[in-house]
């Protein structure tokens, strides 16, 4: 069966520090992945849409960027936290094929910028 | 500008009564929507979904209507119950698989 990782669940980072959150999916193999973020109070924006390694698509810009080095891995980076970056980071996988598929959230990662 | 709304950002049902979630869309190229449920702090799970060429899907208590001529969609729920609390997506997409998501509404199931 498939799983989707996320880590670290949690995270409190001063503003203008990196981040680095990490993405991986098992058991399936050439996935669609994603990075969403939740707002306090919002719904779910998409951030990031990869469709194979090294293809990033960007859906809002923003002080965020994402990387795909392996099939399965998929990385949320910032060279420089801002306090606005603070919310529910969350990665997602959908299997490729026609029509389309349902996403597969992973636990998250509740990211503070203090 | 948001492509998919959620208009009421919580709803309160009694246990054993019918939950109406409803959903708003923009883009007349969406062809394909889909229902989350969220607890706090894990990811949505995904729980139905619909194709453009229907207008109702039903499995067990959960049903999507969709009216394409409005542009809205909703799920019904019935019979609710107190484990159905929790934050409901609606998600939408044009041909692609790249979803947008409305801002989510939050159901209390009352016992």
């Known amino acids: 069966s498939q799983t989707i990782h996320q880590w670290p669940a949690t995270l409190v980072q001063p503003v203008g520090s990196p981040l680095s959150l990490e993405c991986t999916v098992e058991?399936?193999?050439?996935?669609?992945l994603y990075w969403y973020r939740q707002a306090a109070g919002r719904g779910l924006q998409l951030l990031f849409y990869?469709?194979?390694?090294?293809?990033i698509s960007s859906e809002v810009p923003q002080n965020l960027s994402a990387s795909r080095p392996q099939d399965r891995q998929f990385i949320l980076s910032s060279k420089k936290l801002l306090l606005s970056d603070s919310g529910f980071y969350l990665c997602?996988?959908?299997?490729?094929?026609?029509?389309?598929?349902?996403?597969?959230f992973g636990p998250g990662t509740r990211l503070t910028v203090l | 500008d948001q492509q998919v709304k959620q208009n009421s950002p919580s709803l309160s049902v009694q246990e054993g009564r019918i939950s109406i979630l409803n959903c708003d869309y923009t883009?007349?190229?969406?062809?394909?929507f889909l229902w989350y449920k969220k607890y706090p702090a894990e990811g949505p799970t995904f729980l139905i979904s619909?194709?453009?060429?229907?207008d109702k899907n039903e499995d067990g208590r959960f049903t999507v209507f969709l009216n394409k001529s409005a542009k809205h969609l909703s799920l019904h729920i019935v019979p609710s119950q107190p484990g159905d609390s929790a934050v409901y997506f609606c998600?939408?997409?044009?041909?692609?698989?790249?979803?947008?998501f409305g801002s989510g509404t939050k159901l209390n199931v009352k016992p």
């Open positions: 883009n007349s190229m969406f062809d394909y």
């Open positions: 619909i194709s453009s060429i229907k």
């Open positions: 997602a996988w959908s299997m490729k094929g026609v029509g389309r598929n349902e996403q597969f």
């Open positions: 058991g399936t193999s050439n996935p669609n």
């Open positions: 990869s469709v194979g390694i090294g293809q």
């Open positions: 998600a939408a997409s044009a041909w692609v698989n790249k979803f947008y």
